[in-house]
């Protein structure tokens, strides 16, 4: 006789639990933004000297509480499209540089008292672009590739200046294993056309592919508005098969950040709906 009774307060209890999920909302923050600095490369399967110019690039961010444990963990989509041109030291020889890169990670979140938060978590990402420099007529191009697995942290702090609500956050990402494309020093692409295919995939690891992208951004939420200022500093550094790849950002970042909540026509938030954010 206590099965019937038993079955039917687990019954209750999970139905209150999914009532509990199904009032939980979470809010995607989208994040569109421009970047514009200087930049410093070195390509020596191009040329075996350093170039410096400027740096310009488009970003998108999206931020997410994740829906199986929203107030701990965090999901992030990063997204950058780059482009680079640079000079030599005697400024009569370009090189050019393209990059995309797109990341996925989850990070968890600690609360802490008066507005501090703190992200730990992981991420992974593919990185595709060229290098090219036409002064080289015979092979002006260097193409990267890779695949990477990241950690991932980050410190948020929410405040207010007056009645305008403010975020400051740093985040930094430092790859830690993966996989990237290089061919040997002077071997043409041609040849790679013709079937040499040896030894073009190398393990990455922090001695022979080091990273270090750091973002440091202030939000003003003006309203439902939120403007974004900030400064990216992003180094990446390779050696392998005696080329020696480097790529160092210093930018301004400007944008415009906003939250949203995906609702059907007739649906609506029913009272007492906790909303948990992944930033604010």
């Not at 970047?35 to 191009?46: C, F, N, V």
Request: aromatic share 12%.
């Amino acid at each position: 006789m206590k099965t019937p009774k038993i079955l039917a307060a687990a019954l209750i209890c999970l139905c209150g639990a999914t009532a509990a999920a199904q009032t939980a909302e979470r809010p995607v923050l989208s994040a569109y933004t421009l970047e514009a600095g200087t930049s410093h490369l070195a390509e020596t399967y191009l040329s075996p000297l350093k170039y410096s110019g400027w740096d310009i690039a488009l970003g998108y961010e999206r931020l997410q509480a994740m829906k199986f444990s929203p107030e701990r963990w965090v999901m992030q989509l990063q997204g950058r499209l780059n482009l680079q041109r640079a000079s030599n030291p005697a400024r009569n020889a370009r090189m050019w540089d393209l990059a995309f890169n797109l990341r996925w990670g989850m990070a968890h979140r600690w609360r802490f008292g008066n507005g501090w938060s703190v992200y730990g978590g992981g991420s992974t990402g593919i990185d595709v672009g060229a290098f090219y420099n036409p002064r080289n007529s015979n092979n002006p191009v260097a193409a990267k590739a890779a695949w990477t697995i990241n950690a991932l942290g980050a410190v948020a702090w929410n405040t207010r200046l007056g009645k305008l609500h403010v975020c400051a956050r740093y985040q930094a990402e430092i790859p830690l294993t993966g996989i990237f494309f290089s061919p040997a020093y002077g071997e043409l692409y041609y040849e790679i056309y013709l079937g040499n295919h040896k030894n073009l995939v190398h393990g990455a690891w922090p001695g022979n592919y080091f990273g270090l992208n750091n973002l440091l951004s202030l939000d003003f939420r003006f309203g439902r508005t939120t403007m974004r200022l900030g400064y990216r500093c992003n180094i990446l550094s390779t050696k392998t098969s005696h080329i020696v790849t480097r790529r160092i950002e210093h930018a301004a970042v400007v944008g415009i950040v906003c939250e949203w909540l995906s609702l059907g026509p007739k649906s609506h938030m029913p009272d007492g709906t906790k909303i948990t954010n992944a930033l604010y």
